[in-house]
T-cell receptor, first 117, second 113 residues
Framework: NAGVMQNPRHLVRRRGQEARLRCSPM?????VYWYRQLPEEGLKFMVY????????ESGMPKERFSAEFPKEGPSILRIQQVVRGDSAAYFC???????????????FGSGTRLTVV | AQSVTQLGSHVSVSEGALVLLRCNYS??????LFWYVQYPNQGLQLLLK??????LVKGINGFEAEFKKSETSFHLTKPSAHMSDAAEYFC???????????FGKGTRLHILP
């Protein structure tokens, strides 16, 4: 039973390029959450998606960042025209339902470490 | 809005000594509370959680945490530290009406031989 799969594990982009981060949730999980981790800052919530729907994007920067979770395929976090400040670890998590119903918590992937040069 | 404060970004304890990692939360409704552990270059792994019921929660690897509503705290403890416990630990909160989990800034635990 594969866990949450994120790829690539490491991604290097030059300033101005696009970064695409992929997340395949655990089998049977229909809810996906994206977090960004910066040194000494912990994990910051970015966006919560269900299949074909964005439920909460209150943590997403207003520009250059977008996320989707199509009916088929993985969830994608897309960063356009990357800048050095986008360098961080991006984590995806999934849950089988709205976790609050059972206090499930999340299952996390191993993250994608984005470096902008 | 909910928030989490972890006291001490770095904590060092000797092998075999008590581990105590502090966490205080803010929530306007009864919260769900979590502790996660992160080993280097890995994702986060759930250690334990409090939802309802018994306020002393036992988790994996010998860790436990106690929910104290009057103190708005959820401190993580382990009676005897092991070298393999060296990692970063995150306390997290979720209000039962809100699906997203809010994380603290983390505490890096160092184990001294």
């Amino acid at each position: 039973n594969a866990g949450v799969m994120q790829n690539p594990r490491h991604l290097v982009r030059r300033r101005g390029q696009e970064a695409r981060l992929r997340c395949s949730p655990m089998k049977g999980h229909s809810h996906v959450y994206w977090y960004r981790q910066l040194p000494e800052e912990g994990l910051k919530f970015m966006v919560y998606l269900q299949k074909e729907n964005i439920i909460d994007e209150s943590g997403m920067p207003k520009e250059r960042f977008s996320a989707e979770f199509p009916k088929e395929g993985p969830s994608i976090l897309r960063i356009q025209q990357v800048v050095r400040g986008d360098s961080a670890a991006y984590f995806c998590a999934s849950s089988p339902m709205t976790h609050r119903r059972v206090g499930y918590g999340y299952t996390f992937g191993s993250g994608t470490r984005l470096t902008v040069v | 809005a909910q928030s989490v404060t972890q006291l001490g970004s770095h904590v060092s304890v000797s092998e075999g000594a008590l581990v105590l990692l502090r966490c205080n939360y803010s929530s306007s409704v009864p919260p769900y509370l979590f502790w996660y552990v992160q080993y280097p270059n890995q994702g986060l792994q759930l250690l334990l959680k409090y939802t309802t019921g018994a306020t002393l929660v036992k988790g994996i690897n010998g860790f436990e945490a106690e929910f104290k509503k009057s103190e708005t705290s959820f401190h993580l403890t382990k009676p005897s530290a092991h070298m393999s416990d060296a990692a970063e630990y995150f306390c997290a909160v979720s209000e039962n009406r809100d699906d997203k989990i809010i994380f603290g800034k983390g505490t890096r635990l160092h184990i001294l031989p």
